[in-house]
């Protein structure tokens, strides 16, 4: 929960949860690429093992109810398509581009970051091993960590688009 301090009274907020609006089949390949990183890098498939199973157990933690999953889903369906979904679903879509604008910046580049950084130590270990093998997951970390950014950066660019437009201009596009 986060504390919000504007306004006369204090009132908790729910924190927003990173991680949920990526699709979860690419989230899996993106976290099966990064154990596979992990894993050659430590020349160890208990430690591709490990980071796999953190990044599992993680994302489930963070993993909301199903109900709010498909709200979210559909919210986000809505931002994509920039249509208006009805004056039942308007507040749920409002809701979650709130939400994305509102999530700090290192959401955006910290996983890309991380796997970027991941690529460049197998890089390193290949060079300093002599064995290309170790450099295979550079490619596919450095395309996991572009395709983060791009995606991240898109779906800010939807919820600030939905944001800007005024309710009768939804209305209109629908």
């Known amino acids: ?17 990173t ?25 160890s498939w208990t430690a591709a093992g490990l980071c796999a199973g953190v990044g599992l157990v993680l994302w489930w933690r963070w993993l909301p109810p199903a109900a709010e999953i498909a ?30 604008l509102a999530r700090p910046a290192s959401d955006l580049w910290g996983p890309a970051a991380v796997l970027a950084g991941l690529a460049v130590a197998c890089g390193v270990a290949a060079l300093l091993r002599d064995d290309l093998l170790v450099a295979a997951p550079v490619l596919p970390l450095l395309v996991a960590a572009a395709w983060v950014l791009v995606t991240g950066h898109r779906e800010l660019l939807r919820a600030s688009r939905w944001l800007d437009a005024a309710p009768a201009v939804r209305e209109e596009r629908a």
């Open 1 to 17: 929960m986060i504390d919000d301090l504007r306004g006369r009274g204090l009132r908790r907020v729910a924190a927003p949860r």
């Open 19 to 43: 991680g949920v609006g990526l699709p979860s089949a690419a989230l899996v390949i993106v976290l099966l690429v990064t154990a596979w990183g992990v894993g050659t890098l430590f020349a």
């Open 71 to 100: 709200d979210q889903r559909r919210a986000t369906d809505v931002l994509r398509h920039q249509r208006d979904p009805g004056p039942g679903h308007r507040d749920a879509a409002d809701r979650v581009a709130r939400d994305l």
